[in-house]
């Protein structure tokens, strides 16, 4: 993958160093070798990543994170701390700036591509959820937005597999203040507890007693309830073949003993963030597909929908010689309820209306509404004869009950025509049976309206 990367130190040997590494994995570098340069560069260029040194002169890496974090336009750049600092204070330090990860000189190659690449992803999910969030419905105010941002790595819910017991107390005595955190020692049972719990992260060792932590996440990975939850694995010093074979398999993130709980923190925070994006994205795309087939009044489907779908449910009955009908629904006298009720109460009884379609019809037809009081059914393996009396029923129970419009307006009594057409010959296309379906319908509306008439053809 590729990702705009600012590496910023002071010292140019070690500028030059990280910018070969990350240029052999072509990622596409920009430097800067001051505080001041990484914020003007950060002001006027669109940044995936940045790599920044802890000691500088003049300004240091804690004030430039901090300024990074506070302006809105900069806010979401995941930054890593790089440093040859170890100690507890200045990791924390470095979190409370807004650091998102840290690195420690000399840097490790593996190390460092793969925090980089996890840090681009989490910024690519994050461009897409701020894309897609356009009004001001939608994302607030600036600040709402990036307070929700800044806190989307708090409060995750952790499954911890851990056999060591000590070692599991320290990580959950370090993640307890933020996250909520189950504690396994079998991966079985965590194979069981991971897809129903809603984790965000799944924490494991990779040094079990009388287990394979390998195994477990490559099962993770493999079940669907389970793929897209993240995993961080803990190594042990120079076990660089199962650390690779993890990342090679999916794992997100890697942790060495012994664990520092201030890094610990770092990572399960961009963990936790990047699960929650992904699983809003997620969630919004579905959305999006629904707001694209279905309407928002009835939801039933919409026109569109009706004009991809019909086509494809005719050439499958065509296609295998099956019987397909039509029926066109059109509420009697609708302009007049809005007249004298209001648009609001023809919403309610065009969504009452919707309603009762949907109960006197099968799960394999197609419902929606074309626009207006207008709706139309497709029913797949159904004779026109068939479709008469289906049509019948449902004019009877649209008739039968009073539709309700709200305490102000109370009842009123409301009646529909139905025409029905069906495939019958060979040059049919849907156009022509949508076109004697609707011909029918005229002729109901014209004979009296609240009846049924099927096409005669």
């Given amino acids: 993958m590729t990702a705009r990367v600012l590496i910023v130190d002071d010292m140019l040997a070690n500028l030059k160093l990280l910018e070969a590494r990350l240029m052999a994995e072509y990622f596409e570098v920009r430097t800067a070798i001051s505080g001041a340069d990484a914020l003007q560069i950060c002001n006027s260029e669109p940044l995936d990543v940045i790599l920044l040194d802890i000691m500088m002169p003049g300004m240091d890496g804690f004030e430039v994170c901090r300024r990074i974090k506070s302006n809105f336009k900069t806010q979401y750049v995941p930054v890593v701390m790089v440093t040859a600092l170890d100690h507890p204070n200045d990791l924390l330090r470095g979190l409370e700036a807004g650091a998102d990860d840290f690195l420690t000189k000399p840097v490790d190659d593996l190390a460092l591509i793969t925090r980089v690449k996890n840090l681009a992803r989490l910024k690519r999910l994050t461009d897409e959820m701020l894309m897609r ?107 660089e073949a199962r650390l690779h074979r993890g990342l090679d398999m999916g794992v997100n993130d890697y942790i060495v003993r012994p664990v520092n709980t201030s890094e610990l923190l770092a990572r399960v925070r961009t963990q936790v963030k990047r699960k929650r994006y992904t699983d809003f994205l997620r969630s919004r795309l579905e959305q999006t597909v629904e707001m694209a087939v279905l309407d928002p009044l009835t939801a039933l489907h919409n026109r569109h929908y009706f004009n991809s779908h019909m086509k494809t449910l005719f050439e499958e009955s065509a296609d295998r010689g099956r019987a397909l009908s039509v029926m066109l629904i059109d509420v009697d006298h609708f302009k007049s309820i809005n007249d004298t009720y209001g648009h609001d109460a023809g919403d309610e009884v065009l969504r009452e209306l919707a309603l009762r379609l949907k109960r006197n019809i099968r799960g394999i037809d197609l419902a929606c509404r074309l626009g207006g009081e207008e709706f139309v059914v497709v029913m797949p393996d159904t004779s026109i004869d068939s479709a008469y009396l289906v049509a019948e029923r449902l004019r009877q129970c649209i008739a039968a009950t009073p539709f309700f419009m709200g305490d102000q307006n109370g009842s009123i009594d409301v009646t529909a025509s139905v025409g029905v057409a069906a495939l019958e010959f060979a040059e049919d296309t849907p156009d022509l049976i949508l076109k004697r379906a609707d011909q029918a319908l005229y002729c109901a509306k014209r004979d009296g309206r609240n009846r049924v008439v099927a096409d005669a053809a």
Avoid: W
């Fill in 133 to 239: 969030a356009t009004t001001r419905e939608q994302m607030g105010s600036a600040d709402a937005v990036g307070g929700a941002v800044m806190q989307a790595g708090r409060g995750g819910r952790i499954l911890l597999v851990e056999d060591r017991k000590a070692a599991a107390n320290r990580m959950i005595t370090a993640l307890d203040a933020d996250h909520d955190v189950t504690y396994v020692t079998d991966p079985a049972n965590a194979l069981i507890e991971a897809p129903d719990g809603e984790y965000d992260l799944l924490i494991v060792s990779l040094n079990l007693e009388d287990a394979d932590g390998l195994r477990l996440c490559s099962q993770v990975r493999s079940l669907d309830r389970t793929r897209h939850l993240p995993i961080m694995i803990v190594v042990e010093p120079g076990d």
